[in-house]
């Protein structure tokens, strides 16, 4: 059976320690865990604001980690220079606004499409396979060919609030579902991640074509009552 890739994304960590501005709990201990644990990849997003993984973060967590390394980065010149420095295994482009609890939803590529197109460029000369954080439609998808990404990551956020609440969702799995085939078809690596649970996970799960499912909020959650590494089995059991 096809297994589907967990991203154990690993933001949290950071934010409970920066909630007391001590050194402690350490994000490169949990990517560390994440390893042993069978993640097949962490996620880390440095965001401009820097309020969760800082730059002494990143640096120490590619010098140390083994397994691949995905920088989620916003497309700004500061970003790119910082993705070129640490050349990670992975760079997933994401829309950042400042007073954003997290990220909302995908890119919005109407605009900005020379500027992605040179930074994608530039990141891929620099061996990091690149995607974009996109909404499951069409258009995104065909522009994200056209900028001649690696993968595209689907954001999940709606369909998974729908699943959390309760709510019908069948609609929008269908609806993610052609996404998903549309740019496999392209040729497209296809991931997902946002708002993941398990039980959204075990749902989405079922479209096979999806290689890689990113998961922080829920998971690292999750680690409170049963521990990082029963968490991410659990998860890993699920996407089986
Ligand atoms: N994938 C991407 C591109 C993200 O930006 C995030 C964080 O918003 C995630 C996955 C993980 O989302 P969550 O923390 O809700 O599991």
């Known amino acids: 059976m096809n297994k589907i890739r967990l991203g154990v994304n690993i933001d949290h960590v950071a934010t409970v320690r920066n909630a007391r501005g001590e050194n402690y709990p350490s994000p490169l201990r949990a990517a560390i865990l994440a390893e ?17 993984i800082n730059d ?18 916003a497309a700004t010149s500061e970003m790119l220079k910082i993705a070129i420095r ?7 482009i994401v829309p950042e606004k400042r007073k954003e609890i997290t990220t909302e ?5 109407n605009y900005n499409q020379i500027f992605l ?5 530039k990141l891929k000369k620099n061996n990091s396979r690149v995607s974009l954080f ?22 999940t956020g709606k369909i998974c609030n729908l699943i959390n609440q309760g709510k019908p969702f069948k609609a929008e799995l269908s609806k993610l579902n ?7 078809d392209l040729g497209l690596e296809v991931h997902a991640g946002h708002g993941l649970t398990y039980e959204s996970a075990k749902i989405i799960s079922k479209i096979k074509k999806i290689k890689e499912f990113n998961i922080g909020h829920f998971l690292i959650g999750e680690s409170i009552y ?15």
């Open 178 to 184: 052609k996404a998903v085939n549309y740019a496999t």
């Open 117 to 121: 197109k040179k930074i994608i460029t």
């Open 226 to 240: 049963i521990g990082l590494q029963n968490a991410i089995k659990k998860f890993q059991k699920i996407l089986k």
């Open 134 to 155: 996109i909404e499951p439609n069409i258009k995104d998808i065909k522009i994200s060919n056209y900028l001649d990404v690696d993968a595209i990551e689907f954001h």
């Open 105 to 109: 939803g995908g890119l919005n590529l």
């Open 36 to 52: 042993k644990c069978g993640a097949h990849s962490v996620t880390i997003h440095l965001r401009e604001d820097r309020r969760h």
């Open 56 to 73: 002494l973060d990143l640096k120490e967590i590619k010098l140390k980690l083994k397994i691949p390394l995905n920088l989620e980065i």
């Open 86 to 92: 640490h050349q990670p295994d992975f760079v997933c």
